[in-house]
């Protein structure tokens, strides 16, 4: 079974270039969560999807993020028009469905990440 | 709201001494937590997690926490550390009343010296 698989590993971009960064989950898992690493300042969440649904987006900006889950295909974190903030390490995550459908209680599996640099 | 709070940016050990990596939470209702560690360049890898039963927690690679639900307390330790355990630890937090986004802490760096 393989992990959890992101790519790119590496993205360079302008500032004021769209960004896309993919995720494919453990097989078996539909949670998927998006992370935002930056150094001394830990793991910040930004997004928990399940197939085609956003359940919780608080953790990411208003204006130029998105995030989604196709029925098929990997997830999307979408970032248009970088700025230099940007630059991070961005993480995902999968777990599978408790009991209950949800995932509150089974440990999440982590993608090796996308470090993003913004020029 | 939860939080996670790794009192210690950074933990020195010296290589067949026991380790503790500490971890305070504060949650509504009851808790899940977990341990996670990351090495270089590489995402998070799960250690260990409590959600219910025995305070004691056995996880990979020899590590083991404790539960205390008096001092809202998970710390995570090891007998006897190796080198190859010297990476950046996260403990993370979950509330047991369903929300399922949990709350890491700012992490630990473990260095073990030979």
């Known amino acids: 079974n393989a992990g959890v698989m992101q790519n790119p590993r590496h993205l360079v971009r302008r500032r004021g270039q769209e960004a896309r960064l993919r995720c494919s989950p453990m097989?078996?898992?539909?949670?998927v969560y998006w992370y935002r690493q930056l150094p001394e300042e830990g793991l910040k969440f930004m997004v928990y999807l399940q197939k085609e649904n956003i359940i919780d987006e608080s953790g990411m900006p208003k204006e130029r993020f998105s995030a989604e889950f196709p029925k098929e295909g990997p997830s999307i974190l979408r970032i248009q028009q970088v700025v230099r903030g940007d630059s991070a390490a961005y993480f995902c995550?999968?777990?599978?469905?408790?009991?209950?459908?949800?995932?509150?209680?089974?440990?999440?599996?982590f993608g090796p990440g996308t470090r993003l640099t913004v020029l | 709201a939860q939080s996670v709070a790794q009192p210690e940016d950074q933990v020195n050990v010296a290589e067949g001494n026991p380790l503790t990596v500490k971890c305070t939470y504060s949650?509504?209702?009851?808790?899940?937590l977990f341990w996670y560690v990351q090495y270089p360049n590489r995402g998070l890898q799960f250690l260990l997690k409590y959600i219910t039963g025995d305070n004691l927690v056995k996880g990979s690679y020899g590590f083991e926490a404790e539960f205390n639900k008096s001092q809202t307390s998970f710390h995570l330790k090891k007998p006897s550390a190796l080198v190859s355990d010297s990476a950046l630890y996260f403990c993370?937090?979950?509330?047991?009343?369903?929300?399922?986004?949990?709350?890491f802490g700012r992490g630990t760096s473990l260095i073990v010296h030979p």
């Open positions: 993370a937090v979950r509330p047991g009343g369903g929300s399922y986004i949990p709350t």
């Open positions: 949650v509504s209702g009851n808790p899940y």
């Open positions: 097989k078996g898992h539909s949670h």
């Open positions: 995550a999968s777990s599978p469905p408790d009991l209950a459908g949800g995932s509150s209680y089974n440990e999440q599996f």
